[in-house]
């Protein structure tokens, strides 16, 4: 092999090493207080986001992680998360941030609030919204 081919291939491995170590690293960094999508039951009547897992429940339940931890949790807070030090790590990875700006851009527009937005699931009608732990 040519001393330039074996660098470039070199290179091609430590790129290709790089990026997935970018996927992977993310989820282990975190600093601060954690984050919780929080979900509070609200009346059933009333506008809201219509989230349904037919078809492909395993994709929805995967896109959705925050909101279905939270759901399952008896005090109806999801899996902590933790922003990353610098501000990289919200690029890379998934946020219960996420999952809310997702809910509020297909949402009807008067089922948001300034800091919630209403989702439907199963039947039940929740209120949905990030909060910050202290301490």
């Known amino acids: 092999m040519r001393p330039i081919t074996r660098k470039f291939a070199y290179g091609l491995v430590a790129v290709v090493m790089l990026l997935l170590a970018l996927g992977a690293v993310p989820s282990l960094l975190g600093s601060g207080?954690?984050?919780?999508?929080?979900?509070e039951?609200?009346?059933?009547d009333g506008p809201a986001y219509n989230l349904t897992t037919e078809g492909d429940d395993d994709?929805?339940?995967?896109?959705?992680q925050y909101f279905f931890s939270a759901v399952d949790a008896a005090d109806g807070r999801s899996k902590p998360y933790r922003r990353g030090p610098v501000g990289i790590k919200e690029s890379f990875s998934h946020s219960p941030f996420d999952e809310v700006e997702s809910f509020r851009s297909f949402a009807p527009p008067n089922a948001t609030t300034e800091d919630a937005v209403f989702v439907s699931f199963e039947g039940q009608r929740y209120r949905v919204?990030?909060?910050?732990?202290e301490g």
């Open 33 to 39: 207080d954690p984050y919780y999508l929080t979900v």
């Open 129 to 133: 919204h990030v909060e910050r732990s």
């Open 59 to 64: 994709l929805t339940r995967r896109r959705f």
């Open 41 to 44: 039951p609200a009346a059933t």
